[in-house]
């Protein structure tokens, strides 16, 4: 019997992250394959939040049970106190917070909620790989606008011209994936003011929020007027380096949450409660804690960025995120994605070949993204791995 698959999911191409990551441990085995493909970390969580998990099993009861559908009071309240104390902003726990199956549902129950098929998404490019799949599966198009390396700065006329009369929402992603960009204060001025002027609804995904080196993180919903009309996206699995735990949550005001309470009760009715409980108690560990993340990550980036660039690549310090896009012009003639196979079968490294992340892959010919979630020894070993390469 043949099986037809939707025009939609048949042009989705599959995740080149993951398959890369599954070659190299083929080919090499965990003991010797490194992974700075995949953004996930190989080391364990804070061990409060652990324990809060341990404790929420032990307790049972309706912990076992779903919990309210765009999640526990508990976890919304600590969300709202987190935002209040980490970012200075007030966000009313009852009515402008859902709690989602990470911020990848929560980005496709945003665009269900404000696309209309036949409408546009704005798409800064390169791009996190989940925006275009997301954009085509709410039938809208996505209408992309260049980041330019080695900075990757847009050109403020090129985002003009992106609004369109169809343009309904633009997903701004800060600090960014793949780049490291983190978007400055003037930059998110001009996107709220076309906002503002177009009727557009932005849609923020700040999964890094914590990670920024260089520079500040400013969410777009504070600044002035834009709390009214935002989508702010953010999670757990980045902060607390618990990818696998799938908890995200939304902040938007009242009537865009109930529609994306709606679409989420839809698409999974809920993530797991009692490890909704224990990101509660993740979000109030102390600012400390967020001290020592951004200090450990910086080691592992000026490591990486350092090690990269003495054996031969081109590479900036990201300002914020863990990825950097390294430029391999001068170790090879290959292309991404054969120069990306080569690092696989000659030293067991896995990355991503830069294209995969552009609509335009000529535009991502030349670069390689390295992941950095790993124990200093695990990027040290990926290093030596990769002496040979030059
Ligand atoms: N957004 C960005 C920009 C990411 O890079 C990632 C993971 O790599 C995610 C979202 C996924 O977040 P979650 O695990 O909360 O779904």
Known sequence: MSVRLSGKVDGFPDSVIRNMTMRNLRLHGPARAVNFAQGFPDFEPPPEIVVAAQAALDRGGDYHQYAITWGAPTLREAIAAYQSRVWDRPVDAENEI???CGATEGMLAALFTTVEPGDEVIVFEPFYECYVPDTVLVGARPRFVPLRSPDWRFDPDELRSAFTARTKAIIVNTPH???GKVFSRAELQLIAKL???RGVTPITDEI???LVYEGEHVSLATLPGMAERTITISGASKTYSVTGWRIGWLIAPPQLTAGIRKVHDYL???TAHPLQIAVAAGLRLPDAFYERYLSEYRERR???VAGLNARGFTVSSPAGAYYVMAGFSRLSQLDDEAFA???IETA????????SFYAHPELGRKHVRFSFPKRLETIERGLEALAGIA
């Open 195 to 197: 906002c503002q002027e």
């Open 341 to 343: 196979e080569q690092l």
């Open 208 to 210: 890094y929020e914590h």
């Open 268 to 270: 999974t009715v809920g």
């Open 98 to 100: 859902s709690v989602v």
């Open 348 to 355: 067991g490294v896995a990355t991503v070949p830069g294209s």
């Open 302 to 304: 000026d490591l990486l």
């Open 177 to 179: 994936n793949p780049t």
